[in-house]
């Protein structure tokens, strides 16, 4: 079985600078995808980017973007020019792409702060 | 375009009490899955449905059960409840199952806070 391992449970960053958090995962797959999802307060969980592993460049949404590295199974994500509207949980997951309905695989959550 | 639709919002039950949740995908999208998020966690994967078919199952006892119909909106059920149940149950609805080519992308609800007393 998969699994996804968040071990920041919570970050704090300066309005405006960059923030890394990081994301491990075990698989015994080579085709799949990993995603970052934002869960504010409102509850309803966003995405934010997608990486699929056969691809080697790193995903890029914005101000978003992944270091996708696949031998070492890490997938963190970088916020640059962190903005108060950043402040959520963040989810790293994992989805197996071999046509299958297993369903995502998530993390336990990052809760990131932004600090004015 | 509307997105997905969960009901209700908020709901509180006593123990061995029956519960039915309620979701509608967005126009379109003919998958629906269901997640149990429990207080701290991050979502645990429940069912996924398919052109009215489950087609997925995540480990959770036969006390959940759930159906698609035939205008793609489902219903997850929860029977005999436990403290253990109360949890964010979120909704979410892609075009279809993950593959090759498609990764699946869902789109999640605002999800049902199912309280169990």
């Known amino acids: 079985a998969q699994t996804v391992t968040q071990s920041q449970p919570e970050m704090s960053v300066q309005e405006a600078e960059t923030v890394t958090l990081s994301c491990t995962y075990d698989?015994?797959?080579?085709?799949?995808?990993l995603f970052w999802y934002k869960q504010p307060p409102s509850r309803q969980m966003i995405l934010v980017i997608r990486q699929e592993a056969y691809k080697q460049q790193n995903a890029t949404e914005n101000r978003f973007s992944v270091n996708f590295q696949k031998a070492a199974k890490s997938f963190s994500l970088k916020i640059s020019d962190s903005q108060l509207g950043d402040a959520a949980m963040y989810f790293c997951?994992?989805?197996?792409?071999?046509?299958?309905?297993?369903?995502?695989?998530f993390g336990k959550g990052t809760h990131l702060i932004i600090q004015p | 375009d509307a997105g997905v639709t969960q009901s209700p919002t908020h709901l509180i039950k006593t123990r061995g009490q029956h519960v039915t949740l309620r979701c509608s995908p967005i126009?379109?999208?003919?998958?629906v899955s269901w997640y149990q998020q429990v207080l701290g966690q991050g979502p645990q994967f429940i069912f996924q449905?398919?052109?009215?078919?489950?087609?997925g199952r995540g480990n959770f006892p036969d006390r959940f059960s759930a159906r698609q119909f035939p205008n793609y909106s489902s219903e997850l059920n929860v029977n005999a409840l436990l403290l253990g149940d109360s949890a964010l149950y979120l909704c979410?609805?892609?075009?279809?199952?993950?593959?090759?080519?498609?990764?699946?992308?869902?789109?999640f609800g605002e999800g049902s806070r199912l309280t169990v007393l």
């Open positions: 449905y398919y052109e009215k078919e489950e087609r």
């Open positions: 997951a994992y989805r197996s792409a071999r046509g299958g309905a297993d369903g995502l695989t």
């Open positions: 126009s379109g999208h003919k998958s």
């Open positions: 979410a609805s892609s075009l279809g199952l993950a593959g090759r080519a498609n990764t699946g992308e869902l789109f």
């Open positions: 698989t015994s797959e080579s085709d799949y995808y």
